[in-house]
């Protein structure tokens, strides 16, 4: 080989330099494609989101079309003071026939109570229409009993988890709420008098604030927060928070101080919301609270002005 040939074979590799140099290009190209696509990926799953809430409106609607009203937040029977003796059924397992569910409806006793042994398998089974894609969700969770003091002491059953809760209204959720949804509810599309299209209807729960199921409200049991990852006011509720939330506390909706028992999403600034009429919004968790509270309402007669 000459001179020549050995010059030539010594140009075809790269430096160290230019190596270095292609690299840093390469991560640095990596570093602005990466945000556009996690960007894009997100897009998709709060449009999926977004899909589910409408097809849970078409069943509402369906079902409101067929029994006169909305189902009811959850049923239960009570003691004279109130105190919830289940069975505990919630509005959403109720529209499991509009939401093509028919068969695992079938397997429901309404009459015995979610923890009871023959509705197991149905309890703890997961329905996707019910989950946000941008969250992350056990297969299953347990509904517990707490103490006087308000800790978690004894386990109650398993049930299967949902992305998605009833407007009980401003207050923790319970017996008569203001919103569309509570204990025993019976509303009817006329009287919602605030307006279809200015009521919300259901919202986002993102597990990481609090869980939820699609079951309904174990009697006894006690939502907490389930992890210490920050996020959520760490004071347990009421079993009827499992599948209703409310819109009081003066905070927006996703606020990250927020109760257990509100809403939160993973969505970033706010949350997915179905409203009455059947359309879904997504609310800011910088929007003016007043507006909030008002939309949380059936029949409040509040004034409602600009966008939200």
């Known amino acids: 080989m000459n001179r020549i040939d050995r010059m030539r074979n010594r ?5 160290l330099i230019e190596l270095l140099v292609v690299i840093s290009i390469i991560g640095l190209l990596i570093a602005l494609l990466l945000p556009a696509v996690q960007s894009a990926r997100e897009a998709g799953r709060r449009a999926q989101c977004v ?16 029994h006169q009203t909305f189902p009811p937040g959850y049923v239960s029977n009570f003691k004279p003071d109130g105190t919830d003796t289940g069975p505990g059924w919630g ?22 109570p979610i923890e009871g042994p023959a509705n197991l398998t ?35 059953c398993e049930v299967a988890p949902s992305n998605v809760v ?7 959720p319970g017996i008569n709420g203001d ?6 509810s019976r509303v009817a599309l006329g009287s919602i008098t605030d307006g279809l299209s200015n009521t919300l209807a259901v919202g986002e729960r993102s597990h990481q604030l609090g869980e939820a199921t699609w079951t309904g409200s174990v009697t006894n049991a006690v939502l907490f927060p389930a ?34 028992n509100q809403f939160h999403s993973r969505h970033p600034g706010g ?26 309402t059936r029949a409040g007669g509040e004034t409602i002005s600009g966008e939200f």
């Open 11 to 15: 140009h075809r590799a790269f430096t």
């Open 51 to 66: 899909n589910n809430l409408k097809q849970l409106g078409v069943a509402l609607h369906a079902y409101e079309g067929t």
């Open 91 to 112: 509005w959403a397992s109720m529209l499991l026939p509009q939401m093509e569910q028919k068969p695992l409806f079938d397997t429901i006793n309404f009459n015995l």
């Open 122 to 156: 149905c309890r703890v089974t997961t329905i996707s229409s019910f989950l946000c894609p941008s969250d992350t969700v056990k297969p299953t969770w347990w509904a517990m009993v707490r103490d006087i003091s308000g800790i978690p002491t004894q386990r109650i």
């Open 166 to 172: 009833g407007v009980f209204g401003t207050s923790d």
């Open 179 to 184: 919103g569309i949804f509570f204990r025993n």
């Open 227 to 260: 992890d210490n990852d920050g996020v959520g006011y760490p004071r347990p509720e009421d079993g009827p928070g499992m599948i209703l939330g409310h819109a009081g506390g003066r905070l927006g909706p996703g606020d990250p101080n927020g109760e257990v």
């Open 271 to 296: 949350v997915n919301f179905l409203f009455a009429d059947g359309h879904v919004g997504f609310l800011k968790t910088s929007m003016p609270y007043k507006t909030f509270r008002a939309l949380a």
